[in-house]
């Protein structure tokens, strides 16, 4: 059994966007890695990643309607709030630098 939960047009239109960003993200990357270098990570043949490669477009949507985002490893990712952080501490600094000039 299903059950649609109504969704707003707002909710859906950012999830689209949200969506091809993570594409574009993810293709880029690809591009530059090469499907062939990828399928040989993965032990799989260049082939097989290129058939995956049909349906980014639908699990980027997916991971965009989860709140998920992609980000290369080695990579930091900070919430808003951290990033807040971040920018009162370096302004309180910035201010007392100034003043000791």
Do not use: W
Not at 18 to 28: K, M, V
Not at 32 to 42: D, H, P
Request: with cysteine.
């Amino acid at each position: 059994m299903t059950t649609e939960i109504p969704v707003s047009p707002e909710l859906i239109e950012n999830t689209r966007k949200d969506g091809a960003t993570i594409e574009a993200l993810i293709l880029q990357r690809l591009a530059s890695v090469t499907q062939v270098r990828a399928a040989a990570c993965m032990g799989v043949s260049g082939s097989t990643v290129s058939r995956m490669t049909d349906e980014i477009a639908s699990v980027s949507k997916l991971l965009a309607a989860l709140g998920m985002r992609v980000a290369p490893i080695g990579s930091m990712m900070v919430t808003k709030e951290e990033l807040r952080s971040f920018k009162v501490i370096a302004h309180k600094y910035l201010e007392a630098d100034l003043a000791n000039e």
